[in-house]
């Protein structure tokens, strides 16, 4: 299995773990592409952003006021043997800073041992006729299969 099919496979198995365990996930590619005019485009969060960006939805207990809080998390997919360049460390560093969850999960077992996070109905109102925001519901294996 190639390096980067190797990724793949493991990006797929943990972004399902992780919606499992009500992590609000976003897949996050960064790069550039070229458009048929010739112009290049730039897409994803940041240089160095993660892989997944998301939130991990928590309940604030009754000593801490009651509120609902989410978290910002950063997931960065590497296979056992990938290294993490500078400006993802920097991205992961700045999050774990600013009180965010950071992580390099380097298998889905690593993924199924974060933390549930708590549930969070979420039934967002959506002018375009979509009838939810991201996944807010774990993915079906199926869906990742290509």
Not at 58 to 81: N, Q, R, S, Y
Not at 123 to 145: D, F, H, I
Request: hydrophobic residues 30%; charged residues 25%.
């Amino acid at each position: 299995m190639t390096k980067g099919t190797e990724e793949t496979k493991i990006m797929n198995e943990v972004g399902v773990t992780l919606s499992s365990k009500n992590y609000l996930i976003y897949r996050n590619n960064v790069g550039e592409a070229q458009m048929k005019s010739g112009r290049w485009v730039k897409f994803g969060l940041c240089v160095g952003s993660s892989d997944y960006i998301g939130i991990k939805p928590i309940i604030v207990k009754p000593e801490d006021v009651g509120k609902k809080l989410g978290l910002f998390c950063a997931f960065e997919i590497k296979t056992e043997d990938g290294e993490i360049s500078d400006d993802q460390q920097n991205f992961l560093n700045i999050i774990k800073e600013h009180g965010g969850i950071t992580n390099v999960l380097r298998s889905n077992s690593e993924a199924q041992a974060l933390p549930t996070a708590e549930f969070v109905s979420i039934t967002p109102k959506r002018s375009n006729g979509r009838k939810r925001v991201g996944n807010t519901q774990p993915k079906k294996a199926w869906q990742n299969a290509r």
